[in-house]
């Protein structure tokens, strides 16, 4: 069983940066594709990022791209998601996600939640205009 805690969260002025982590507690996690999900009031949770288990593939929403840049140490079994140029639209509270992909040849979308079997609690970002 994977445990997530996400880390990192906050209340930052429009244009600023805050970096997220999330550290999985009980297993080492470099077998697993990691991704970044957020949900507003009222809205759906929606992908942000996501980095494959061995760091060689990332992808980002299109809300995103540009400003957001996920990375992964797998040494430090530490997933961060910096965000930069935030702007009021992406206050959210933010869930880490994993999956095990290590040897998995199938196709899968990483972008979509249902893909993910472990889910953190969430941490809150607040942009304020």
């Known amino acids: 069983q994977v445990q997530l805690v996400e880390f990192g969260g906050g209340l930052v002025q429009a244009g600023g940066s805050l970096r997220l982590s999330c550290a999985p507690s009980?297993?080492?996690?470099?077998?697993?594709?990691m991704g970044w999900f957020r949900q507003a009031p009222g809205k759906e949770r929606e992908f942000v990022a996501f980095?494959?288990?061995?760091?060689?593939?990332?992808d980002y929403a299109d809300s995103v791209k540009g400003r957001f840049t996920i990375s992964r140490d797998n040494a430090k079994n530490t997933v961060y998601l910096q965000m930069d140029s935030l702007k009021p639209e992406d206050t959210a509270v933010y869930y880490c996600?994993?999956?095990?992909?290590?040897?998995?040849?199938?196709?899968?979308?990483?972008?979509?939640?249902?893909?993910?079997?472990?889910w953190g609690q969430g941490t809150q970002v607040t942009v304020s205009s």
């Open positions: 996600a994993a999956v095990w992909s290590l040897y998995y040849s199938g196709n899968r979308d990483y972008t979509r939640r249902t893909t993910y079997d472990y």
């Open positions: 009980g297993r080492t996690f470099s077998g697993y594709t």
């Open positions: 980095i494959r288990w061995s760091g060689d593939i990332a």
